[in-house]
């Protein structure tokens, strides 16, 4: 993707870890709910409130873990360097004084003059930088869902993020909106739902390599989210396919 002039708009990022690199400079704001970011090994949450800098050419880790709404800047480097702004690019994300960041929530469809203006302010703002989350979900959850057989415990996961058990479900819970084990067992069941779709693995062959204990197991969990057996949503829903079996 080119930039030739900036580009204001406001974007929804998904609940999946993916990578980026692009030729423009591009600065997020957050307005509702979160985006785990990292830039450089460096992770931020943004937030309401909070600007994250990525430069041209740095490659960058992102994931929402729920419903969000992020105002996305992207920037020409030329543009930038033209208006002598590139000093935001090379700063750590940061918290905005509160009327800046109102302005700001209402960038989307101001000209060009106007958003210079904007970042002009926010260059020379008088801002506190954010600090590294404890709970880096970008790093936890993609390991967590790429090993789902794996007999997860949420108290490991404290662990790794230096948390007592009880801080880290709170803070899950908050970022997800599930507690960490309702946000495993849908995890789970969405890969079951997969593999039953696109293998004909049996039951008890997909139960185990989605962590389950058994197929009985899964089979009630499964009824208790979808209302019908795992036998029953399969006849339903399954396509023909070559014989396969799921990868644990």
């Known amino acids: 993707m080119t930039v030739v002039r900036p580009v204001i708009e406001t974007r929804a990022y998904p609940d999946r870890a993916l990578s980026d690199r692009h030729a423009f400079h591009q600065l997020l704001l957050g307005l509702a709910g979160c985006v785990e970011l990292e830039v450089g090994g460096r992770g931020v949450r943004v937030e309401s409130g909070v600007l994250a ?13 729920r419903d969000n709404a992020t105002l996305v800047l992207d920037l020409p480097v030329a543009w930038c360097e033209a208006l002598r702004l590139e000093a935001l ?44 989350p404890r709970l880096r979900l970008l790093q936890l959850l993609p390991e967590i869902e790429a090993d789902l057989a794996r007999p997860w415990r949420v108290r490991d996961w404290a662990a790794r993020c230096h948390l007592a058990e ?51 197991h899964f089979s009630r969990a499964f009824r208790a989210r979808h209302g019908l057996s795992p036998r029953e949503w399969r006849r339903r829903h399954r396509r023909p396919v070559s014989r396969s079996s799921p990868s644990r």
């Open 53 to 65: 800098p990525i430069g041209a050419g740095d490659e960058h880790h992102y994931l929402a873990p």
């Open 89 to 132: 690019f090379a700063g750590r994300p940061r918290r905005l004084p509160e009327g800046l960041a109102a302005r700001g929530r209402h960038l989307e469809g101001a000209s060009a003059p106007a958003l210079a203006g904007w970042l002009s302010e926010v260059l020379v703002a008088s801002a506190p930088p954010v600090r590294e």
């Open 166 to 216: 009880a801080a880290f479900a709170r803070q899950f819970r908050a970022l997800t909106g599930q507690s960490p084990h309702a946000w495993l067992v849908a995890r789970r069941l969405a890969r079951a739902r997969t593999l039953m779709d696109e293998s004909t693995a049996s039951l008890t062959e997909i139960a185990l390599a989605c962590g389950f204990a058994d197929a009985a």
